[in-house]
Structures are given as structure tokens and as C-alpha cells.
């Protein structure tokens, strides 16, 4: 990709040779065009950066009160304080905050008009740098051959997600999730006679604490849940994420949610398996919850499980592709 | 806080317990899903492992393009879960004396512990940062073909911080918390 790249800059310059008078024009353009496209490299990379190296506040500061929490000179407090301790390093050194760098998720949200197939190829451009520098790690394997190009690009990976908004600006999120939150990750289809979980919220309620309950410690908890109620399979796991792009300290509008999401917090903590699965006072940092219709034949709930390195960013671009403001 | 210094042994291991929080100096090698499915296919590892303690780990590892040497900028443990069917085979195969990793490893693993001779220590996931400073040295680096988070990488590292989780005495925390957390779950669901 990047050789193509090259080669069409090369035709790009060969042109600017052609005579003067004619090239006036062309040549200021392809210059603003190529600048704009690396100012928006630039600003993806460095978005990057910042997603593997920093916690955003919402998140530090819901760590911190974890940390509060737990009784001193438990293996809990020393968890806690750990993570403490490496947040901060991680910030300092400018490197990622787990080696785990995850799936590389993006979402897009641009006006009409957008042309996704050249945005895209930017953004994996970005990613294959971000890989070379370190801010990733070389976590894109083959999942036939179980080769790793070492280059984070293939078949699903970065995953990119577009959104159309009415609006002029366009935001790119980013979310850097681990393999350990994933694979703790759950769907649950109700009823669920084992649980004794219904096609009501109570139902979804026990599902919930049943995948908390699951998870124990090997998603690296204290974690944060999103959760999809309906959909089908596919939706539900993707709006399970889109709601971990959500502030922790947002409320619901959804009265019944927002409660549910209170509950699940303080009833999971009530489970006592704490940081790292070692014991503790939190289990959990955060529950946040949405609904999708669904058909009358399913009741899907669909949670997704990010660890305590909850690693999401966004930008708002400004005109010229450049970094106008940071959305956590 | 207790110390443990490379050589190790297992008779060191026996008298540790759950609970204890260790600093380890000396030699670790790396060695997650890919070595571990080598090992238990019975394949040589390019190092004698007896005595040695594996850590479940894929770090990030860069390169100096000149020097050609090794820096780890990022190295927490990996969930260990995953070599739960491997793990009391390479302990009795290889002769290993501790495991570090995270989240914890099953019954198979904990009645491996007892007969070997070895610990699970745990370390705090996500914390690649203040690990990755515990790590003095690259000494090598074998198995680069199963790639780079796979490959088996000798590091010596001093004060490395980690829980015991899993004795040699048959003792799980993890068993602990889940059956705790079973109990409290049932009343609450």
C-alpha cells in the first residue's frame, strides 16, 4: 500500500514538471492535497500514541478511587497501586500502557461526502507506523497460517467504523482493546433457566452478574462493562462497545438503564473479587447500557468487557486535518 | 515482601505461600500459547528450562536498527488460562519451578504445583509499564520464527513484583475467590 502511495506521488511530481503557465495551478493543488494528507497522518498517528500511552481523566480518576477503597497492605492495594504507578509511568515514557495493544478499533463519524476508501487507507498508513514506532504492538496474526505480518493490517484488522452526521467536523475514535477483556466478553440469550434470568430487565440483570461472576479476574479488572440489550448477534456485540465510548461519569437517559447501571456496579462489587481476581472491594469501575429492538424470537444480551487500561481517544479534526480538540 | 534470587530452586518455591508478595531477580524466559503447544508436542526448547520460572508474557520489543540490540518498552503478563491443558506437563517435562502470569490457572495446573515443586505467581496485568522497568537486559531471544509476542525471550530483571496465587501446598487463591464470589452471587441473583 505504501509502495502505491509512493508511486502516485512519483506521477504526482512527474507532472509538476510539465511547463510553467500550466502547472500554476496543479502544483499549488497537489501540494494542499498531499500537506493535508500528511497533516491528517500526523494526526491519526498521533492520536495513536495517545490512546496506548494515556487514560483519559474519566478513567484515572474512577482508578483512583478504587485505589482509595481497598484496605492497605492488601494484595488488593498492591494491585491498585501498581496500576497507579504505571499509568503514570506510561504517560512519562510515552509508551504503551499494557503490551497487550488489542484490537485496534476506529469510528469515523464525518459529514456527507467523505471519501471512506481513501480515509481508510490513511488510517491503516497510521497504524503501520504507530506498529514501527512501538505505540502498537505486532498483534495482527493470520488466523489460518497463524503468521504475523508484524505490520497490524489484514482480513478485519484495523477494524473502521463509518458514521454519517449532519454535521461539518469530522471526530475519529479510537479504542485499544486487549485480548484478556475480549475473550471475557459474553452473549447471553434469554431465558437463561440456569441463571433463572427471564426476557425482562431482572433477567438481563442476572445475566450481567453471571458474566462478572465468569470473568473473575482474567480480564484485568477492576473492568468496565458495555452492554447491549437485543440486536441480533452481530449488533449487539458492536453497540456492547459503542457504549464504552461513553463518559463514565454520563448518565443514562433511559431512567430504567441508568438504574440498571447503578445496580450492576454496586452488586458486582458486592461479589468480592476485586483487582486482579485477588479479593478486594472493586470488581467493577463502570456499567454503561443500551438497547436495541429486537425480533420477537430473541432476547440477546451482549456485554463486552474492558479491562482497567480502558484505552479510548478521539479527535475532532479541524480544517486542515490537524488536531482541533481531544474528546476525553 | 520477600526476595527470591536467581538460581531457583524448588526447594525456595516450597516455602512459599499463598499471599506472599515476591520481588524476583535473576532470569525469567517469556513463553505463552505458541511455546507451550511446541513444548507439549514434545519439540527440544532451544534452552534448558530446569530450574527456570516461564513467564506468560508478549512483550513489546523494539529493535535498535544500528546496534541490532533488544529494549522491551512494554511487558505485562498474559492471561494464562489458555495453557491450562499444557502447563502441568511442561512443569514435569521440563523441570520448570514457577509460572508467572495472570488470571490464574485451573486444578490440572494447581495439582502440577504440588507434584513438581513449582509456584504461579502473578503479576499485574496491564502494568507493561513499571514491569517492562524491572527488566534489565534482552540476554537472548529464541523461537523468533513463531514471531514476535510468541518468541521465547530470556530477560534478566531485577525486583520484578508479583503475587504468590498458587502454592506448591495445593493452595488457589483463585479457587478461594471464585468459590467465595460463587456464594455471595447466588444470594444475590
Redesign the interface.
Known amino acids: 500500500m505504501a509502495l502505491k502511495q509512493n508511486k502516485k506521488k512519483d506521477k504526482k511530481l512527474l507532472v509538476k514538471k510539465k511547463p510553467i503557465k500550466k502547472t500554476v495551478v496543479k502544483k499549488s493543488l497537489t501540494k494542499s492535497k498531499l500537506n493535508t494528507d500528511k497533516l491528517l497522518d500526523d494526526s491519526l498517528l498521533e492520536l495513536i500514541r495517545v490512546t496506548s500511552a494515556e487514560l483519559p481523566n474519566d478513567v484515572q480518576k474512577v482508578i483512583l478511587e478504587a485505589l482509595e477503597r481497598e484496605e492497605k497492605n492488601t494484595?488488593a492495594a498492591?494491585?491498585m497501586n501498581?496500576?497507579k504507578?504505571?499509568i503514570d509511568?506510561?504517560k512519562k515514557?510515552s509508551?504503551?500502557?499494557?503490551?497487550?495493544?488489542g484490537t485496534v478499533i476506529f469510528y469515523v463519524t464525518h459529514p456527507v461526502g467523505l471519501n471512506q476508501t481513501k480515509f481508510s487507507k490513511l488510517i491503516k498508513k497510521a497504524v503501520v507506523a504507530a506498529t514501527k514506532k512501538?505505540y502498537l504492538?505486532?498483534?495482527s496474526?493470520d488466523s489460518l497460517t497463524?503468521?504475523?505480518s508484524?505490520l497490524n493490517v489484514g482480513p478485519g484488522h484495523p477494524a473502521i467504523h463509518f458514521h454519517e452526521h449532519a454535521k461539518k467536523s469530522i471526530e475519529v475514535k479510537l479504542m485499544l482493546k486487549?485480548?484478556?477483556c475480549e475473550?471475557v466478553g459474553a452473549q447471553y440469550s434469554l431465558p437463561n433457566t440456569a441463571?433463572?434470568a427471564g426476557r425482562d430487565l431482572d433477567g438481563v440483570r442476572?445475566v450481567i452478574?453471571?458474566a462478572v461472576?465468569k470473568a473473575?479476574?482474567?480480564g484485568?479488572g477492576p473492568g468496565v462493562l458495555g452492554v447491549c440489550i437485543g440486536g441480533d448477534r452481530g449488533a449487539g456485540y458492536i453497540e456492547s462497545k459503542e457504549q464504552l465510548f461513553r463518559k463514565l461519569d454520563d448518565k443514562n437517559k433511559i431512567k430504567s438503564l441508568s438504574d440498571l447501571e447503578v445496580e450492576i456496579v454496586e452488586?458486582s462489587n458486592?461479589?468480592?473479587?476485586?483487582p486482579?481476581?485477588?479479593?478486594g472491594k472493586t470488581t467493577l469501575l463502570g456499567c454503561k447500557i443500551s438497547a436495541l429492538n429486537r425480533l420477537p424470537a430473541s432476547f440477546f444480551v451482549s456485554i463486552s468487557y474492558m479491562?482497567?487500561?480502558y484505552r479510548r481517544q478521539g479527535i475532532e479534526l479541524g480544517s486542515s486535518s490537524t488536531i482541533k480538540k481531544w474528546l476525553y | 515482601m520477600k526476595k527470591l534470587n536467581y538460581p531457583f530452586s524448588q526447594e525456595q518455591m516450597k516455602e512459599l505461600k499463598v499471599?506472599d508478595?515476591v520481588l524476583l531477580t535473576g532470569k525469567l524466559f517469556t513463553g505463552r500459547d505458541?511455546v507451550h503447544k511446541r513444548l507439549h508436542d514434545g519439540i527440544k526448547p532451544p534452552v534448558d528450562l530446569k530450574n527456570q520460572i516461564i513467564y506468560h508474557?508478549?512483550?513489546?520489543i523494539?529493535q535498535d536498527p544500528k546496534t541490532k540490540e533488544y529494549r522491551v518498552?512494554?511487558?505485562?503478563p498474559?492471561?494464562s488460562?489458555r495453557e491450562e491443558p499444557y502447563q502441568a506437563d511442561v512443569m514435569k517435562d521440563y523441570g520448570i519451578v514457577g509460572v508467572i502470569g495472570?488470571?490464574?490457572m485451573g486444578a490440572k495446573t494447581l495439582a502440577g504445583c504440588k507434584a513438581y515443586g513449582c509456584v504461579y505467581f502473578?503479576a499485574?496485568?496491564?502494568?507493561?509499564?513499571?514491569l517492562?522497568?524491572k527488566i534489565d537486559k534482552v540476554n537472548a531471544v529464541h523461537w523468533l520464527d513463531l514471531?514476535?509476542?510468541?518468541a521465547i525471550w530470556e530477560l534478566s530483571v531485577t525486583d520484578f513484583?508479583v503475587?504468590v496465587?498458587m502454592d506448591a501446598h495445593g493452595h488457589s487463591?483463585?479457587a478461594?475467590?471464585?468459590a467465595?464470589?460463587?456464594e455471595?452471587?447466588k444470594k444475590?441473583?
Open positions: 494484595t498492591y494491585a501498581i496500576i504507578a504505571n509511568l506510561a515514557k509508551q504503551p500502557l499494557c503490551q497487550d495493544t512501538g504492538r505486532q498483534n496474526v497463524g503468521e504475523n508484524g486487549g485480548g484478556g475473550n441463571l433463572g442476572k452478574l453471571d461472576f473473575q479476574g482474567k484485568c452488586t458486592k461479589l468480592g473479587i476485586g486482579m481476581g485477588f479479593g479491562c482497567w487500561a | 499471599g508478595m505458541a508474557c508478549g512483550p513489546v523494539l518498552t512494554a511487558a505485562g498474559t492471561t488460562i495472570k488470571g490464574g502473578h499485574i496485568g496491564g502494568a507493561a509499564q513499571v517492562a522497568e514471531g514476535s509476542p510468541e513484583p503475587v496465587t487463591l483463585h478461594e475467590v471464585e467465595s464470589s460463587n455471595a452471587l444475590l441473583l
